[in-house]
């Protein structure tokens, strides 16, 4: 995992918020007056995750999580085939939870 950011942009790494089981990166980037903690992530455990993104979202306003978990849902995946990729789906689901319960959207 690795989190790019232009040479113009300011961050600092936030390693307090790796946890076990979870494969991810956070840091907070800042950019004239605009803050946000970005993670980037996968391979997780849907309740250590859950934690984690609870947390961060207390303590930040500003979130954004790109991840490769392999999950497919219909509202960010317009070619999902019923009964196929039966795991992507599951993990889809998975992720759907987490995003509503922490107030989070997908964007496509």
Request: aromatic share 8%; no cysteine.
């Amino acid at each position: 995992m690795a989190i790019f950011i232009h040479r113009k942009v300011k961050y600092v790494p936030l390693p307090k918020y790796e946890v076990d089981e979870v494969e991810a990166v956070w840091a907070e980037v800042m950019h004239g007056d605009i803050r946000l903690v970005v993670g980037s992530g996968e391979n997780f455990s849907r309740h250590k995750f859950g934690e984690q993104l609870s947390r961060i979202m207390k303590e930040n306003e500003n979130v954004l999580v790109g991840m490769n978990t392999n999950g497919r849902n219909s509202l960010w995946d317009n070619y999902i085939i019923q009964n196929q990729f039966a795991a992507n789906h599951r993990m889809g689901d998975i992720l759907l939870d987490i995003l509503i319960e922490n107030q989070l959207r997908a964007a496509k």
